[in-house]
């Protein structure tokens, strides 16, 4: 009896096995390309394009009604300014009573937003 459950689990496997290989693969296409970094994905996670856009030009959608205006991280001008220190804390602590805070992103998780900012800057003066 237990070497005719074996064989029936061995064939059912093999079934299995030979079915799926003539399946059709699916291609997905996104609509919006994948983030290329992880401060790329956490700067969309956390929702910042709602505020800074997505290119980081201070152009989202609400930042008309906010007070301060988000920065212009596109700018090479504004961004050469500021240094790596405020950006930390503006992640850490929030901003101006409008930034909520992100007190529990890793060391390492806030360096790779600010590499991330800073190359809205750079991508955008090339």
């Known amino acids: 009896m237990r070497k005719a459950m074996v064989c029936i689990a061995i064939m059912l496997f093999l079934v299995a096995c030979n079915s799926s290989a ?3 693969k699916v291609s997905v296409v996104f609509s919006e390309p994948l983030p290329e970094s992880e401060g790329e994905l956490l700067y969309l996670d956390m929702k910042c394009p709602a ?7 201070g152009d989202g959608f609400f930042s008309n009604d906010l007070q301060p205006q988000p920065g ?3 700018s090479a001008e504004v ?3 500021i240094p790596d220190d405020q950006l930390k804390d ?3 602590n929030g901003k101006g009573g ?3 805070s992100y007190a529990r992103f ?3 998780q806030v360096g790779e937003l600010v590499r ?3 190359s809205l800057a750079q991508s955008s003066s090339n």
């Open 90 to 92: 503006a992640i850490r």
């Open 79 to 81: 961004m050469g300014a």
């Open 51 to 57: 505020c800074h856009g997505h290119q980081g030009s």
């Open 22 to 24: 003539s399946a059709p």
């Open 106 to 108: 890793t060391d390492h």
């Open 116 to 118: 991330y900012i800073r």
């Open 72 to 74: 212009d991280f596109s």
């Open 98 to 100: 409008v930034m909520p």
